[in-house]
């Protein structure tokens, strides 16, 4: 069973980054096929794609935060992670770490969520 759970600040001052792991259990991020992605939700809104890590460590983003986002990855750890820079009160949202099934083949599968942890973007 793979597991997934978010860990890092709750919250973020506007202007800083906003950094958070994802710690994988029960399967390799570097396993064929697969991907590691970043989904939001903010309050009172639709989910939103940020990026995703595919299993080669290539990274794809959403082009409207692909100015500010970052995601990497320490297979040794089978963590990845995001960085979202210069945040503003608008980023404050439930952020998800998810497995996309299927990854270069298609079509993708969500299949597997973390729990989601909070992160609020106040001084």
């Known amino acids: 069973q793979v597991q997934l759970q978010e860990s890092g600040p709750g919250l973020v001052k506007p202007s800083q980054t906003l950094s958070l792991t994802c710690t994988v259990s029960?399967?390799?991020?570097?396993?064929?096929?697969?991907?590691w992605s970043w989904i939001r939700q903010p309050p009172g809104k639709g989910l939103e794609w940020m990026g995703v890590?595919?299993?080669?460590?290539?990274?794809y983003y959403s082009p409207s935060l692909k100015s500010r986002t970052y995601i990497s990855r320490d297979t040794s750890k089978n963590q990845f992670a995001l960085q979202l820079s210069s945040v503003i009160p608008e980023d404050t949202a439930v952020y998800y770490c998810?497995?996309?099934?299927?990854?270069?083949?298609?079509?993708?599968?969500?299949?597997?969520w973390g729990q989601g942890t909070q992160v609020t973007v106040s001084s």
């Open positions: 998810v497995r996309v099934g299927k990854y270069g083949v298609g079509p993708y599968e969500y299949d597997y």
């Open positions: 029960g399967g390799s991020i570097t396993t064929t096929y697969y991907a």
């Open positions: 890590i595919g299993y080669d460590g290539s990274t």
